[in-house]
């Protein structure tokens, strides 16, 4: 049977890869035929798509009452996305970074994290009998997704604009709109080609989340360490993925957008809807681990912001973070 999951779990891994790519060469398209940031389609359609794992597993833990994978997945999965998905990409290939991820992205990714602890730690802050997040802290949540959605929209928006004017101010002649409009794909192939390569990296997504978890359970882990190490690690597989073939592709917006992107989202949406749909208990551990992620958020912060850039001193930083985090767990 432990056989048989191995083999699961490399197919998984054959799936995410020819999804990641596809899904990359679909995103990169679209922003270039909608004529918007790639930053932006990074943030939004790349970093929802390769998060649907972490919403199935949490939604799916927080209602049969595993608290401990919903949570654990959530904060284990951003802080995998942080140090080790964006450490491996900058040890690889140095990454860009966008200057809007540095004055806005990641500072909202570390105020989430901040927000979570506010509204999960009640038995520091109204004296109650275990800290939870209720159905009021998944609204909150959510209406926080909503205002960062809604920023996000309009930075695109605004973008669009100004790019079409400077298309119009420097009109190409008709010959050489001809050329450009030709090397454009058609938006019906661009999002053909982004459905196709999403299913590949959900369903790879979800077989190697199975068999990794099957193989865990028999070795005797705890759900809050399955959570925070081999569930979280699963579900940032296709973030994984899709942000070392984005950088070897040269979308380096698309990359770093993914990652930030898939931070907040994981928060303020997954934990948001998972609160809402059956309030969750928070263990005190667990605060630990948000605690780390403001630092790590912190660090990645720092390190990108005096040159925009991760190069792959940084990226062996953050990739030795990780490696002292799990091992703290562990031994823990």
Request: charged residues 15%; neutral net charge.
């Amino acid at each position: 049977m432990i056989f048989l999951q191995i083999l699961i779990l490399l197919a998984g891994f054959v799936f995410l890869l020819k999804g990641a790519d596809f899904f990359v060469d679909g995103a990169s398209s679209i922003a270039k035929a909608l004529k918007i940031p790639a930053i932006v389609i990074g943030l939004t359609i790349v970093s929802w798509g390769t998060s649907l794992p972490e919403l199935a597993v949490s939604v799916t833990s927080a209602l049969k009452g595993i608290d401990g994978i919903a949570i654990g997945n959530v904060v284990g999965s951003n802080i995998v996305n942080l140090m080790l998905i964006a450490g491996l990409t900058a040890t690889i290939i140095p990454i860009q970074v966008e200057k809007s991820l540095i004055v806005r992205d990641l500072p909202f990714s570390i105020l989430c994290a901040v927000l979570l602890i506010l509204l999960s730690a009640d038995v520091y802050f109204v004296k109650a009998a275990e800290n939870t997040i209720s159905r009021a802290d998944g609204i909150i949540l959510l209406l926080f997704f909503a205002v960062y959605m809604y920023m996000i929209v309009e930075f695109a928006l605004r973008n669009q604009k100004e790019t079409l004017a400077s298309e119009k101010e420097n009109a190409l002649t008709p010959e050489a709109t001809e050329i450009a409009e030709e090397k454009k794909s058609p938006l019906w192939k661009c999002f053909l080609l982004l459905a196709v390569g999403l299913a590949g990296i959900i369903l790879g997504g979800q077989m190697t989340i199975k068999s990794a978890t099957y193989i865990a359970k028999a070795a005797g882990m705890s759900d809050r360490l399955i959570g925070l190490t081999i569930i979280a690690f699963g579900t940032s597989l296709p973030e994984l993925i899709t942000s070392l073939i984005a950088a070897k592709k040269g979308q380096n917006d698309i990359a770093m957008g993914n990652v930030v992107g898939s931070n907040i989202f994981n928060i303020l949406l997954i934990l948001g809807v998972a609160g809402v749909i059956n309030p969750m208990k928070v263990e005190s551990a667990s605060f630990i681990d948000l605690a780390v992620l403001i630092i790590c958020s912190a660090s990645v912060w720092i390190m990108a912001k005096p040159k925009l850039k991760l190069n792959r001193i940084c990226g062996a930083i953050m990739i030795l973070i990780y490696a002292a985090y799990t091992t703290y767990i562990f031994i823990k």
